[in-house]
Each structure stands twice: as C-alpha cells, then as structure tokens.
C-alpha cells in the first residue's frame, strides 16, 4: 500500500531564512511526485515509504554528493536542515537504507524519466531554458564491478550442444577469428616472457562481467581500463539546464547514440512548446548518416568530422556536377559503383580507364605496380560532409564550438564531482539510467534556485546613479577636457 508521511516543518523556525534546503521547500512542490508512483503500489497492506520522502532522500544524496545509503540515512539523522526537508521531526525515525535501495530497485526507470521531465518544465516556466540549441557528449560513470572478476564469452552457447541446460547467462562471444588469434599470441607471448605474473588482454568482444553483466570495459588515453556506462547528457545552451539524460553501453559509439538523444530532447521540449533548430556535439558523434538525418529533420547541426575523413585528394580534383575526379595529368576517374567497407559504411568508387593509366608518366606512383587502373574512394554522404565544413568554418560555426566547450563540459564535471555519479552502486543499466535521472535533478534544481529573471535583474540595472558618482564623473571629464586643450596649443 502507498504510504504517507504527514510533513513536520517544525524544525523550520531554527533554520535561517536563506538555507537551500529550506528555500527549495518553500519554492517547488513534490507533491507531483504522488501520482506517478501510485499506480506501481495496491491498495491494502502494509504501508510503504512516501514517494514524496524516497525521492527527496535521494535528491539530498546528489546534493550531497553522496553514493552511499548509509552514509545518506547517517548525514540526514544529524542535519536539521534535511529533516525540515523531508518533512521529519527531531524525534521522529528516518526510513532504513534498505528501504531506499528496495523502492529504486521496485519503481520502473519510467517513473524516475517522468520526475525529471517535471522538473525541466519547472525550470522551462521559469525562462531557464531557450529550447533553440542544445549541446550533446557523453561521459564515463564507473560501475559496481571489478576488472578483475571478468570471465571470458563462451564460444558455443550450452543450449545448443544440450537443450536441457536451457540458455546460459553468459553473452555470446563476439571477437573475429583473426581477433582471437591475436589475443591468443599476446598470451603466449606474456608466459613466455613472465611466466609467474599473470595478465591477460581483455575486450567487450571476449569478455564480460559476471557481477554487473550490462557493464562494459570503457578505454580512455592516459586511464585505465574500467567497468563503466556511458551518460549522455543533452544541456540547452540558455543556462546549462539538462534536458535529457540517458544511460547507455560504454562500447557503443557516440555517433550511434546521437539521433535517440535528439528524438528524445526534441519531444520533451516540443511538450512545453519548445522548438529545437540547433545540435552542437563534438566529433565523436560524426557520421554521414547522421549529418543526413539531422537535414532531414529540419535541425542544423554544428559537429566537426572526425580525423579519417578527408575533404581533398592530393593530385585530384572532384567535380560535382559530373560527380567525377580528374587527375594531374587530367585524365577522368569516373563513378562506379556503390561499396559497404567492412564497417558498414557506405562508399563510392571511381576508376580510371586503364588505357589512361598504360601510357602515364607517373602510373607506378599513383596506382602502384599490380594496380591496372588508379582507385579513388570517398563516403557516400560526401554532399553533407562539406556543408557541415562550410558550417563550421563560418563565424557562426567557430562560436558553437566554443559554446560547446563552455556549457556541456562543466555540467559533466559537476555531476561526476559534485551531484555523486562519480561511481554507480546499482547493478544493471535501468539501475543506473535512474541514478543518473535523480543526479539530473538535483542538479537542474540548484540552477532553478539560483536563476533571477530578467525582469528582476533589470530592475537592479534600472536604479539611478549616486549623485555623489556623477559629480566626480563630471569633474573628471572637465579636467580631461582642459587638459586636452592646453596640450593642443603647446
């Protein structure tokens, strides 16, 4: 049965006037929280938690930078200021820890995905969010397993060789033949060369983590290798508020992960009556199909191309209109054919005539002794690649760059940090997608108690100056004038 804690605020008169916890009582209204867990709970038995109460629970934990169950329920039985907040008395008992983890293991992520879109549409009334351009990037948020419980994929599922076993929990093995060859010679190699240390060479293709199967091995230059998620942020350029959040498998690519951010933030603001026309990301969310995808929604994206494409060939000039290339010696290579690389990627060829290339000067050069005829290839969304480098290469474009520095790196920073995602707890991805929902909040929160209106502001801006000010303000112009005067007839 869904309970309820009548709120007690009479630790409220010992708190002085401006505290946050205190301040965010009197601002925001959780009673919208009620509604959306009722559904989840029936209608007899014993009473559970207030909804009101586990969520604001878990919003002290990321405002004080908290990862810990314990360590919250410990703080908040000494802190005057969280008891005011959560509605209880000096004397009456918080819930358990236990508690706390079973109701965010019982309530769906969906549940946790509707509080925080709650509060964007507080901080969108409130004018904290334009909606016009949103900045995207991911970050790493270690998870509760260790590298060195990692157990290799098997090669052969057990229910295929014997049915009665029924499917194994273990993931299926995903490395190539010629991947797996190469880790076996690194193993070789490592006994040979130290046959009492043991290592070994893991990846997401052969191994997994038995303690946290939906954690992955992320890789970073200059760190170590770690079971993480991967958090994708979308923040509005306006003033940093998050407007998505998502967890996600920390070996998958960014650019696989960029039009599920963007179909999600855009039918969140499009909810409040917001329009979304800008995407700013760096390049690890370049592809040319979403730079396609992007146009055909009607958004501009500023997303500078990863380092393998290049715009030019040396020696070679492509024609648009023919769709052609012409080489030094001005010889045609023509369009062929359409190719998918072993990436998935899809490529066009041009081929030179062979009779072209029998009679050139510089034929070895170019095409190579075994070669018959010189081979160009170029990505099959070459079109949307050079407008997004007209783009960037534009006033506009270098300023989106800086503003993409400037507002979605510093909310990653302060949610690792400071809002207490520099390590997940929970096991499992839906787990950690709803830690990362509450951190969101909390720290979407501090912006919508920290925000002053414009309207406020301008009155500030609007007081009239101190005729004490404008009396040396009047002398000074006075003296620089009579100064500048007698230094003109010297």
């Known amino acids: 049965m869904l309970g309820y804690h009548p709120s007690n605020t009479s630790l409220a008169k010992l708190l002085p006037a401006h505290y946050f916890y205190l301040q965010l009582l009197q601002e925001v209204d959780f009673s919208f929280i009620r509604p959306l867990f009722e559904p989840f709970y029936s209608t007899m038995g014993r009473p559970s938690i207030d909804p009101v109460v586990f969520v604001k629970l878990l919003l002290v934990g990321h405002f004080e930078n908290s990862t810990s169950d314990r360590k919250l329920l410990d703080l908040a039985k000494l802190h005057l200021g969280i008891r005011t907040f959560v509605g209880y008395g000096l004397e ?58 990692l157990k290799p994929k098997p090669a052969i599922w057990s229910y295929e060789t014997n049915p009665r076993l029924g499917k194994p929990k273990a993931p299926r093995l995903t490395a190539s033949a010629d991947r797996l060859q190469h880790i076996h010679r690194f193993h070789k190699n490592i006994r040979k060369a130290a046959p009492n240390k043991a290592g070994q060479l893991v990846s997401n293709l052969t191994h997994y983590s038995p303690t946290d199967p939906d954690a992955r091995i992320a890789f970073k230059t200059g760190k170590p290798r770690q079971l993480a998620y991967m958090a994708s942020i979308s923040v509005d350029a ?81 024609d648009t209109r023919s769709d052609s290339y012409t080489c030094s010696q001005g010889k045609r290579l023509a369009f062929d054919k359409l190719l998918i690389d072993k990436q998935g990627n899809p490529k066009k060829r041009y081929l030179a005539k062979t ?46 760059i800086r503003i993409r520095s400037a507002t979605v790196e510093p909310v990653l920073g302060s949610l690792i940090n400071y809002y207490g995602l520099r390590q997940i707890n929970s096991r499992g991805r839906e787990a950690a997608a709803k830690v990362m929902y509450v951190a969101a909040m909390a720290y979407n929160l501090k912006k919508f108690m920290r925000f002053t209106p414009a309207e406020q502001s301008g009155m500030v801006i609007a007081l ?16 620089h004038c009579t100064y500048t005067t007698n230094f003109q007839f010297r």
Not at 376 to 383: F, N
């Open 238 to 318: 306006a003033q940093h508020v998050i407007t998505h959040i998502e967890a996600g498998s920390a070996d998958r690519r960014d650019s696989r992960n960029l039009l599920p951010i963007v179909d999600s933030t855009q039918a969140r603001l499009k909810f409040f009556g917001l329009l979304m026309n800008t995407v700013v990301a760096d390049a690890g969310y370049c592809s040319g199909e979403n730079y396609e995808l992007l146009e055909t929604k009607g958004l501009t994206g500023f997303i500078p191309p990863h380092g393998k494409y290049k715009d030019e060939r040396p020696g070679f000039h492509y």
């Open 92 to 149: 009456q008992p918080l819930p358990c820890h236990s508690t706390l983890s079973r109701t965010r293991q019982r309530i769906p992520a969906t549940v946790f995905e509707a509080c925080f879109s709650h509060i964007v549409g507080l901080c969108i009334h409130k004018g904290l969010v334009s909606g016009h351009t949103q900045v995207i990037d991911s970050a790493y948020i270690k998870a509760n397993a260790s590298m060195s419980r």
């Open 464 to 479: 009239p100056v101190p005729d004490q000010f404008y009396c040396i303000l009047i002398y000074f112009c006075n003296s």
């Open 355 to 400: 009779s072209d290339c029998r009679g050139c000067p510089i034929s070895e050069e170019c095409k190579g002794k075994k070669a018959k005829e010189k081979r160009l290839h170029h990505t099959y969304y070459k079109a949307q690649y050079e407008r997004m480098m007209g783009r960037l290469s534009s006033r506009l474009g270098k300023r989106m």
